[in-house]
């Protein structure tokens, strides 16, 4: 379905996507996961033709970014980052118009508008100005707007941005309706690990332009190679005692707490805590953001920029 | 041709959108309208109690002006709609556009022909005061009447979306347009006759497209223009053409992000 090779866009001096190398499969979920500024926007305008890349290219649906947009863009479908609909005109008006734009056959028009919006739950809104629309309509709506015209690869940019947490769960749940009623590709870009985790069936983890690891989200967690154990240690005299033990694969300290990679955490946790006295004891399978901590982590350390606590707490949230 | 529906049917979705846009933002169409009555019944009467003018047949600076204040709100209306190229695009809705499979040129066109007809509308009721006030209309002048309105409409609305185009802010677009408007206002002969002006001025004012408009304006309702109507309406066209053709060009090298 997408095929991207040596993909690379350069702005003065930055580099915002690095010699991007990457196949989706059809019927996939793909999701480009990765902090804000990591080139998963500048991907996606890429492959949508809105951005001309600085060298590579890339095939969607068979078609050349470079030399057939105009057919690359008659078999996508698109949800920005922001919404993008018209908020003078209603729901009902702004897919109109886009299934004039999409060349939506009149016989077809009508019905595919009315099924569009009923997929996204917004028939019964139609005609009011979509000015009135909450956060999560407008994001619905988009996502309707997106399916007019029965894309065979759908690109939604950062779905759930700024939606609070109800409005995401149904945003959740329309996207995997989405994925079971029309069968298609999608490439959804977010820095939400539990929203790639819950969505995905393949990640492909982004920072500063590169791919830095790509498989399912359970290869990615399994490839950490054991459970996150966060202790308090009364005192810190023991700390160096712990790195040195076989089973621990990592250690990082977090606000006081010391937070370790361990392997079989269920086995090992007692004999830490025969080398440390410790006022708590927490441990926990590891999630999506602990496997980009630990990639960014290392990436840091070769670039040698940034603090690894700084990029903790903007991405741990 | 399949292809030659669908690019009609591009055009009017697109224009579609803007009319009823248009028709929605009932304050803007107030706004606009009053500016030009204001010039119309407090300029034109003010100055009409003290100006004489030996020249145009006599008929009064209020009837002189009003050809002029016609076009005036054409120019105005037309210029500024290209600060709707920066909305689109401060909105994302321009973004929502450029990624469906419709060509810059026709999204071009449809943005211009949305500028034609608010500038229509507003120049209709301006027409319709005018029988108020006893402009002596005929059919046929007022078919004239709207000719100029459309071709000296598509000229401004393709300027004002090419200025649009290269902009960023809103607040840079109404700077650069207001060096514009102002000048193409002044410059068309609208307020006073363009017979007996000093020769740069003159010079000045036969580079400005509306003095065309002004000028076949007062052949179509007063019976009175500097040349013969078919000769403005020429020149119009020629300026339609020019500042089309740029505006496309500008629409095409526009960055979509």
Redesign the interface.
């Known amino acids: 379905m997408i095929k991207i090779t040596h993909l690379t866009k350069r702005y003065e001096g930055l580099l915002a996507v690095d010699d991007i190398n990457l196949e989706i499969g059809q019927n996939e979920v793909f999701g480009l996961l990765g902090p804000n500024g990591a080139g998963k926007t500048t991907v996606i305008?890429m492959l949508?033709?809105?951005?001309k890349p600085t060298s590579g290219t890339a095939l969607v649906n068979g078609f050349d970014i470079i030399a057939q947009p105009?057919k690359v863009?008659?078999s996508?479908g698109?949800v920005?980052q922001?919404?993008?609909?018209?908020?003078?005109?209603t729901g009902y008006?702004n897919l109109?118009?886009?299934a004039?734009?999409?060349?939506v056959p009149s016989y077809d028009r009508e019905k595919r508008i009315q099924s569009v919006l009923d997929l996204v739950g917004l028939a019964e809104r139609q005609h009011d100005q979509v000015k009135k629309y909450s956060g999560g309509m407008r994001r619905r709506l988009e996502i309707a707007?997106g399916l007019l015209h029965r894309p065979t690869v759908m690109f939604l940019d950062e779905p759930t941005l700024g939606l609070d947490p109800n409005s995401r769960g149904m945003m959740w749940e329309y996207i995997k309706k989405l994925v079971k009623e029309e069968k298609m590709t999608i490439i959804l870009t977010t820095h939400y690990m539990e929203e790639a985790d819950h969505l995905c069936n393949r990640i492909g983890i982004i920072d500063e332009g590169k791919i830095i690891a790509l498989d399912s989200p359970l290869n990615l967690k399994k490839s950490l190679g054991g459970d996150i154990v966060k202790i308090r240690p009364r005192s810190w005299k023991a700390l160096e005692n712990i790195r040195l033990l076989p089973y621990v694969r990592k250690v990082e300290i977090v606000d006081g707490d010391v937070v370790m990679l361990v392997e079989n955490a269920k086995k090992n946790i007692p004999d830490i805590l025969r080398h440390v006295d410790s006022e708590y004891v927490e441990f926990r399978s590891p999630d999506l953001n602990d496997v980009f901590l630990k990639l960014a982590s290392k990436n840091i350390k070769e670039s040698g920029e940034g603090g690894f606590m700084e990029r903790y707490a903007q991405y741990g949230k | 041709m399949a292809s030659s529906i669908?690019v009609f049917?591009?055009v009017?979705?697109?224009w579609?959108?803007e009319f009823?846009?248009f028709l929605?933002?009932r304050s803007r169409l107030v706004a606009s309208t009053f500016t030009p009555l204001l010039w119309l019944f407090v300029i034109g009467i003010g100055f009409g109690s003290v100006a004489t003018l030996t020249s145009e047949g006599g008929v009064g600076y209020q009837k002189f002006i009003f050809p002029g204040i016609v076009c005036m709100s054409v120019i105005f209306t037309s210029v500024f709609f290209g600060s709707y190229v920066i909305w689109d695009r401060k909105?994302?809705?321009l973004?929502?556009?450029?990624?469906?499979?419709?060509?810059r040129g026709t999204i071009f066109v449809g943005k211009a022909l949305g500028g034609m007809t608010s500038s229509l509308l507003q120049a209709a009721i301006l027409l319709f005061v005018g029988a108020i006030i006893g402009m002596p209309y005929t059919p046929y002048g007022i078919v004239e009447a709207i000719v100029i309105v459309l071709l000296l409409s598509f000229a401004l609305t393709s300027l004002g979306l090419a200025i649009g185009s290269y902009m960023q802010s809103l607040e840079g677009f109404q700077l650069i347009v207001s060096f514009v408007v102002f000048p193409l206002f002044f410059l068309s002969g609208a307020l006073f006759p363009l017979e007996n002006l000093p020769p740069w001025l003159s010079i000045l004012t036969s580079f400005d497209p509306a003095t065309y408009g002004v000028s076949a304006m007062r052949s179509a309702v007063l019976g009175v223009g500097s040349r013969p109507f078919p000769l403005d309406t020429l020149l119009l066209l020629v300026y339609a053409i020019a500042l089309g053709t740029a505006g496309i060009y500008s629409f095409k090298r526009m960055k979509?992000?």
């Open positions: 305008h949508a033709t809105l951005l105009a863009r008659s996508i698109i920005f922001a919404p993008s609909s018209d908020d003078m005109l008006e109109k118009i886009h004039f734009l999409y060349g707007r | 669908s049917e591009k009017y979705a697109l579609l959108r009823k846009v929605r933002e909105f994302d809705f973004k929502s556009v450029m990624v469906a499979p419709v060509s979509a992000v």
